[in-house]
């Protein structure tokens, strides 16, 4: 996180003279990229996957030499702020070629690295489970467990009730993979140094997950209660819409809060460090790193809490569509 | 607004990778860890309630064991009273029987020394009669010798007849 590109650098070069604006390194680091970070001048170029109606076409980001160069593909491509466009000879953006990015970039590669550390511990406490069936769990087991635990009694049960069973491995799954995603994206350097779960497009894709969860479980009463509420008939062309926008914004809450916490407190962490940079002043490193560590000492616990409420809402709203009503509440 | 404008290559690749976890996760780790964490919660909880039964049936059976410690404690002290009485019985009732016993054959003993005495007795009368006859025979025998003597006894005898 904090010494993102060699972008960061030529501003760092060029603070001497005018005022360093943190806006564009932050953003950088905010947003995806086609390189991975590895440290000081060094970053792992990644593979680009493009689809056009010329076909697909894979080639590695190294080509446009962190936005220097321009590449010849099927079409002409230039790296304009991070993101790969099609380009005329004379290097205007070509808006007549629309490009498909599939690229396997920052977020992507990081997000394939949470789910192998996820795989291998899971995995491994499942062999944990066979070789010492009965026994008390030892080791990476008894620190995973726990976890399992408060996801089954804490946040499946209470929620859903006794039809709980079907949904534990959708809720462990978004459960883990939001808590891995938050804590290695705290990590300053590489292998972290990116920002998955404070990305609008992974939140999206999980909130619709959550979306089409919920509304494939919603029983009868689930239904009856949006298009058929206990209330007088005249009310039923203000209350219908209603009920059908509440569908679609429950997931989108979570889509939201998931995204602007994680992104916010990457924005605060760059924005303290930043402050050296603003004062231009190395006494103020103290002052920013403190900050800095009580921040990331808060996004520790924000990390597990965004996964918690993530997973929980996700269970309520289950349970919201699976219960079965005994009186009517509203 | 770029910020919020999901990328549709993150959006495939969260899509596809989320539910290849989802999968791989569901079917060979939530699965299999939920299961044994429940046989064991299962195992652990029987193995509780048996040990609380256990616990029980062992209290149970002491209390038993007492309840009949004390029991068996009230019937020995009831047979020892009871032999004691017995005991006390049967003394008793030998001294009685003794005592009558000794009672009757005092007084047995005594009915036939008073026979004896009586039938001594008779047989002294007798012999004494029987003596006495004797002596009286002999004596008249002496005294019938004579004839005269005879005669003046007859007279005599007949003198007090008259008299009567």
């Given amino acids: ?16 003279t005018e005022q360093y604006d943190p806006k564009g390194p932050i953003l950088e680091h905010i947003a995806d990229s086609h390189y991975w970070h590895m440290f000081g001048e060094h970053s792992l170029p990644l593979p680009v996957i493009l689809y056009t109606n010329k076909g697909i076409e894979v080639f590695s980001s190294h080509v446009f030499e962190h936005g220097k ?51 291998i511990i899971f995995l491994s406490v499942k062999g944990k489970y066979k070789t010492r069936a009965g026994k008390a769990p030892k080791g990476l087991q008894s620190f995973m467990e726990p976890l399992v635990l408060f996801v089954r009694d804490e946040v499946a049960i209470p929620n859903i009730g006794h039809k709980y069973k079907k949904y534990m491995p959708l809720l462990l799954t978004m459960f883990f993979f939001i808590l891995i995603s938050n804590l290695l994206g705290l990590i300053p350097f590489f292998p972290g140094g990116f920002n998955l779960t404070g990305n609008i497009a992974v939140t999206i894709v999980l909130a619709t997950i959550t979306l089409i969860t919920v509304n494939f479980s919603g029983n009868k009463n689930y239904w009856k209660h949006i298009f058929l509420p206990h209330i007088p008939v005249w009310l039923y062309p203000i209350m219908i819409p209603v009920e059908i926008i509440g569908i679609i914004s429950k997931p989108f809450a979570l889509m939201i809060r998931l995204f602007a916490n994680i992104t916010a407190g990457h924005i605060i962490v760059l924005s303290l460090i930043s402050l050296i940079f603003i ?47 005994h009186a009517e509440a509203h | 607004m770029e910020l919020v404008t999901p990328e549709i290559g993150l959006v495939f690749w969260t899509t596809v990778s989320f539910l290849i976890l989802l999968f791989i996760l569901g079917k060979f780790a939530w699965g299999p860890i939920l299961l044994a964490i429940t046989e064991r919660e299962t195992s652990i ?76 007795m008779a047989q002294v009368k007798d012999q004494v009669a029987s003596l006495s006859i004797e002596i009286a025979e002999k004596i008249l025998q002496k005294q019938f010798e004579d004839q005269s003597k005879q005669d003046a006894l007859v007279a005599d005898l007949l003198k007090q007849v008259k008299l009567n």
């Fill in chain 1, 69 to 119: 160069e321009e590449y010849q593909g099927n079409y002409k491509y230039a790296l304009i702020k991070d993101k790969i466009k099609p380009v005329t000879e004379a290097g205007e953006i070509d808006t007549t070629v629309r490009v498909w990015d599939f690229s396997i970039t920052r977020n992507v590669a990081s997000m394939w690295m949470g789910m192998a550390i996820l795989l």
């Fill in chain 1, 279 to 325: 004062f231009n002043s190395l006494w103020m490193s103290p002052v920013s790193v403190l900050f800095v560590v009580f921040m990331d000492t808060i996004e520790l616990l924000v990390a597990f809490l965004q996964a918690f409420i993530f997973t929980m809402l996700t269970a309520l709203f289950i349970g919201m569509a699976v219960e079965e009503h």
């Fill in chain 1, 1 to 16: 996180m904090l010494f993102t590109t060699p972008t960061f650098a030529e501003e760092k070069a060029a603070e001497k």
């Fill in chain 2, 45 to 120: 909880e029987t193995a509780l309630s048996r040990a609380e039964a256990a616990k029980e049936e062992m209290a149970r059976l002491t209390s038993e064991n007492d309840a009949l410690l004390k029991e068996a404690r009230i019937e020995r002290d009831n047979i020892l009273r009871e032999a004691k009485k017995m005991k006390d019985q049967i003394v008793s009732d030998a001294k009685e029987t003794a005592n009558k016993e000794g009672a009757r054959l005092i007084e047995k003993a005594r009915i036939e020394i008073d026979n004896q005495t009586a039938i001594a």
